[in-house]
């Protein structure tokens, strides 16, 4: 498939669904601190793809990807402690480190489009 925009990416659009469910789930409480912090992170990484596709440089998209992928860590990260001090339930954790992580691995597999491509490009250039 022809990648023709940032929302043709599979994982912008499961990123772009993770801050969705972030929002949903996280941003109607009072409390707006810690889960201000993962809706931010959370908002990040399909913001990030974006930027990096727009870019129209594969190295610099690359490393947008990278950052897309960082700020996935970080929404884990923020989920996790928002669970251990009693900030979300158990089963809001669960549903969404599952999508984050899913995001994650997407964001990796396109990286690794790239890399494979420098590794084939390079080889082929010490064949020439």
Not at 3 to 30: E, P, R, Y
Not at 49 to 77: D, M, N
């Amino acid at each position: 498939m022809l990648i023709k925009d940032f929302t043709d990416i599979l994982a912008w659009q499961k990123a772009q669904s993770l801050a969705v469910s972030v929002i949903t789930m996280l941003g109607k409480n009072d409390d707006i601190t810690l889960k201000y912090e993962i809706i931010k992170a959370a908002l990040s990484v399909p913001s990030a793809i974006a930027a990096g596709f727009e870019r129209r440089s594969q190295g610099e998209f690359k490393e947008f990807l990278y950052l897309a992928k960082a700020k996935a860590s970080e929404v884990r990260t923020l989920l996790l402690v928002a669970k251990d001090i009693q900030e979300i339930d158990q089963s809001t954790c669960d549903d969404l480190m599952s999508q984050v992580e899913d995001v994650s691995k997407l964001t990796y597999g396109f990286i690794k489009t790239f890399i494979d491509k420098d590794k084939k490009k390079k080889t082929t250039e010490a064949v020439a």
